[in-house]
């Protein structure tokens, strides 16, 4: 099975700061792994034990050796994209990467929250059905099958290729890679591409009007010492006539 | 997609927010049309809301209603609606993926609201995290994953017509092979009542501390994602977060919990949330109704007295 995993596609929200003022500011401007990266990246692996190839996919000023020090052995980079409001404009740079690496039969993506967008929409671009919130792929018969929770029930489904499939992380990345597997990643092949290069246009439709803060009351903080902090707490709370 | 393009359409493959959204859809103007892929009782529930009318689509028995996204798109360019507005379940944002890049809309997600403005429409969206909210003006056609609140008291609306949309596209290879209980507890996914624990916890044998307060209380304890999938000490279906329990209680208790979006997605319907915690910057600290900042050791046996007094 030929599967791309892409990475690396947006910000990490932990890196915005919201000031007083309802402004947000972006401390590191950089693309970061999303947290549910990993998870995809774990599926493309489980997809392609047996035979078959993984690519990476990463676009933006982040680093592509992420993946390359994780056991995919290839990635493409599109350099020059940013961030977007957009979650179809995000897709369609990373459809035109897969477009660019040739015949693939699945793509794996993280399930982002703050961006729940992207990979139904990437599949919508590359005209292929998606199925997200999953969280384990394997490959069985030629064909994609995966789990996903859906209220009380774990479902299975099996999928014709070509797909894309969004992964949500179950837990916390638990393997971090050494520095043998990171100097090692630096000497795998990365293919550095543009949206020029790519022939993909995504004008930015949207026109960003400012932020603010909710409009919900801040978090009631009860301060001093543990016993009167928590008298007040148990007041407050018959009050809400949650006790 | 032409500028002349009108009208509003609501992608259901389930009834929350479903209300909701028709009544969002309603304030732009224009006409309402529900989108209802899922068994009949779901075209009912649709008509009831108060639409202009219900599109209607079952899929067959091992169809997942992903298999259905070229139909449903397919359908969304003869119709040209201005707006989509689906959920972020699963199901229902692949429906307006597919149905949004056909008509070249733009997906903006965590829509809480939405006003027509001239030509385009204006939507309010969280932004950072949920920490602030964006307005964002859509001169083109739009797609919004929508995530206000739901409306529990809409009113009963005349019933609209259901019409079956079959236009003989075939679904996609895709189909559902096995079904299992996932093993989540109905303890926790239903308590009036939760205490939850996070990676504050410095040992698995201070969960005693957690149950004392959960039996005063008369709640069920729960867990953030590490302390059951990496330390394993609370059992995995009571894990509340984005792949665990979303849940819906009166009351919920974090203590030593940071308050992750992961996390805080499986508590967003939870009516009052208390945070305690010992970093005054934790996230926690931006969306609980209240609050101590102070170590869990000392706070949970206080507030074990002060409950008790």
């Given at each position: 099975m030929r599967a791309v995993v892409a990475y690396t596609w947006a910000r990490d929200v932990a890196d915005a700061a919201v000031r007083q003022d309802g402004t947000v500011e972006w401390r590191k401007d950089k693309m970061s792994p999303g947290e549910d990266d990993h998870a995809a990246l774990a599926a493309g692996l489980a997809l392609t034990t047996d035979g078959g190839t993984l690519v990476g996919l990463t676009c933006g000023?982040?680093?592509?050796s992420w993946a390359l020090a994780r056991g995919v052995e290839q990635a493409v980079h599109v350099t020059d994209a940013t961030p977007h409001d957009d979650d179809a404009a995000t897709a369609a740079v990373l459809a035109a990467g897969v477009r660019s690496?040739?015949?693939?039969?699945v793509v794996l993506v993280g399930d982002s929250e703050e961006h729940p967008g992207v990979p139904v929409a990437l599949a919508a671009h590359l005209g292929w059905p998606a199925v997200v919130g999953v969280t384990t792929a394997a490959a069985r018969d030629g064909r994609v099958e995966v789990v996903r929770t859906v209220g009380d029930l774990e479902e299975t489904l099996s999928l014709a290729p070509p797909v894309v499939v969004a992964v949500a992380a179950?837990?916390?990345?638990?393997r971090v890679p050494g520095m043998k597997e990171l100097l090692a990643a630096r000497k795998r092949p990365v293919t550095r591409t543009t949206l020029a290069e790519l022939g993909v246009d995504v004008p930015d439709t949207l026109v960003a009007r400012g932020t603010r803060l909710p409009a919900t009351a801040p978090t009631r903080v009860f301060d001093g010492e543990p016993g009167e902090a928590t008298r007040q707490l148990v007041a407050a709370l018959r009050n809400e006539g949650v006790l | 997609m032409s500028a002349t393009a009108t009208g509003a359409w609501v992608i259901a493959?389930?009834?929350?927010?479903l209300a909701a959204m028709v009544r969002a859809a309603r304030a732009l103007g224009g006409t309402v049309t529900v989108v209802a892929v899922g068994p009949r009782a779901l075209a009912d529930a649709a008509s009831a809301a108060g639409p202009d009318g219900v599109l209607w689509l079952e899929p067959a028995?091992?169809?997942?209603?992903?298999?259905?996204a070229a139909h449903v798109a397919a359908a969304a360019a003869d119709a040209a609606p201005r707006t989509l507005l689906a959920t972020v379940e699963p199901g229902a944002r692949a429906l307006l993926g597919a149905a949004a890049v056909r008509l070249g809309a733009a997906v903006v997600p965590g829509v809480l609201s939405l006003r027509t403005e001239g030509e385009g429409v204006v939507v309010e969206c969280s932004a950072a995290g949920g920490a602030a909210i964006a307005t964002l003006a859509c001169p083109g056609p739009l797609a919004a994953l929508f995530a206000g609140?739901?409306?529990?008291?809409?009113a009963a609306a005349p019933s609209a017509p259901v019409r079956v949309l079959d236009d003989g596209t075939a679904p996609a290879?895709?189909?559902?092979v096995g079904r299992a209980?996932?093993?989540?507890?109905a303890g926790v996914r239903d308590a009036e009542r939760v205490v939850s624990v996070g990676?504050?916890?410095?040992?698995?044998?201070?969960?005693a501390l957690v149950e004392s307060l959960a039996s005063t209380l008369g709640a069920e304890v729960a867990c953030s994602m590490p302390v059951a999938e990496?330390?394993?000490?609370?059992?995995?279906?009571r894990y509340v977060g984005r792949s665990g329990q979303h849940i819906s209680p009166r009351l919920y208790v974090a203590l030593?919990?940071?308050?992750t979006p992961q996390h805080m997605e499986g508590v967003r319907e939870a009516k009052v949330v208390v945070a305690v915690n010992n970093?005054?910057?934790?996230?926690i600290f931006r969306t609980a109704d209240y609050g101590i900042v102070g170590d869990l050791y000392d706070v949970v046996p206080a507030l074990v007295a002060a409950l008790s007094s």
């Open positions: 000023n982040g680093d592509a690496i040739g015949a693939v039969d179950r837990s916390a990345e638990t | 493959t389930e009834e929350k927010r028995g091992a169809e997942p209603v992903e298999a259905h609140d739901d409306d529990v008291t809409a290879d895709l189909r559902v209980a996932s093993g989540r507890s990676r504050g916890l410095k040992a698995k044998a201070d969960l990496d330390l394993g000490w609370v059992a995995k279906e030593g919990i940071s308050g970093d005054p910057a934790a996230a």
